[in-house]
């Protein structure tokens, strides 16, 4: 085993378990995480395997495909975390604005 | 109708500068004047104290879109029957209110939209013209109604203009937020010939193109997350 894989099955189990030490801990993202972790791993100890996998989809090598694969997957988190944002806002602005049209005041002459 | 049934919503953020200014000139109007202190960090609450106004103050800074539906909102609480957005940055004419409320009085629309294009006594600089005219085909790709003005603050609203939109893009994408709704209310639009001050503050308070981009972005996300 190579020292990038010992980095790369360490740096996997940690994001995982980190994710569900600090995150959500429902059991359809348990399911998807360890799905992901699974596959993340795989990857990592047998290399051929997303070298036969590039070929058939028609990427050169292995490694572009795992790139290409990650750009994906970063839109995806950021279109994502996004949309927490703007959901986030959306409600900052009912509870500032209910709060503001209780305090509204007339000014008289 | 009883001009205290028009009600003048001005979204306020900074603006301490020229609002005093600003508020001296609507209030001769006679209308209901709402200001939406849209969390300011300046003087602008204390100048607000000196005008028989109403006043709602966003604790922290939302927008000015937010800060327009806030008025919007507390204009229905009102039973308002006319609501008319003005900016607060001394970029419009407080005579022209009239002229652009005679379309909706007279029932001609639901929405009336001020244009700087159509009075031609506007000297609009050149690198603002060259933006609103990408910002207007952008709009009009987004909203399906081509108008010759973008993003002009000044507008009239009828109680079912009023009723009908419903402002959810906090900052700027707010203006092609409301003319797409309006579509989608069958809104009866049209526009008025207004005029635009052009002074250094006005240009600082408008928008860029970094601005406009941020719209784009905004206006996009929305199309596909709908």
């Known amino acids: 085993m190579n020292l990038i894989q010992v980095i790369l099955i360490i740096g996997i189990i940690v994001l995982a378990v980190s994710y569900f030490r600090w995150f959500r801990n429902t059991g359809r993202d348990l399911f998807v995480i360890a799905i992901i972790t699974v596959i993340g791993l795989t990857f990592v100890l047998f290399p051929n395997i997303t070298n036969r996998l590039a070929h058939i989809l028609g990427v050169g090598r292995g490694a572009d495909l795992i790139f290409y694969l990650c750009i994906l997957g970063f839109c995806f988190a950021l279109l994502a975390l996004y949309s927490k944002i703007k959901n986030l806002e959306r409600k900052i602005t009912e509870l500032t604005r209910k709060d503001a049209l209780r305090e509204a005041r007339e000014v008289k002459d | ?226």
Not at chain 2, 33 to 56: C, M, Q, R, W, Y
Not at chain 2, 165 to 181: F, V, W
Request: charge should be neutral; aromatic fraction near 8%.
């Open chain 2, 1 to 226: 109708m009883n001009s205290k049934n028009i009600y003048l919503i001005l979204p306020a953020f900074n603006e301490a500068s020229v609002l005093e200014k600003v508020l001296a000139e609507v209030i001769k109007s006679g209308y209901h004047i709402v200001v939406v202190n849209d969390g300011s960090e300046d003087d602008t609450a204390k100048i607000l104290e000196h005008f028989p106004i109403t006043i709602i103050n966003h604790s922290i800074n939302l927008g000015q879109g937010a800060a327009l539906q806030t008025g919007m909102d507390w204009a229905k609480i009102k039973d308002a029957e006319i609501v008319i957005h003005f900016d607060a940055d001394g970029q419009h004419y407080a005579d022209d209110v009239e002229n652009l409320l005679k379309p909706v009085l007279d029932g001609e629309c639901d929405l009336a939209i001020g244009s700087r294009f159509l009075n031609s006594k506007n000297a609009v600089p050149f690198f603002r013209k060259q933006i609103l005219r990408m910002a207007t085909f952008i709009e009009s790709i987004f909203t399906g109604i081509k108008l010759t003005d973008a993003h002009n603050g000044l507008r009239a609203l009828n109680k079912k203009a009023l009723h009908s939109i419903q402002l959810s893009e906090n900052r700027m994408a707010h203006a092609t937020e409301l003319i797409s709704q309006a579509k989608r209310s069958n809104l009866r639009i049209k526009e008025v010939a207004v005029r635009v001050s052009y002074t250094n503050y006005t240009m600082q308070k408008g928008q860029g193109l970094l601005g406009g981009v941020h719209i784009i972005f905004n206006l996009l996300f929305k199309k596909i997350t709908k």
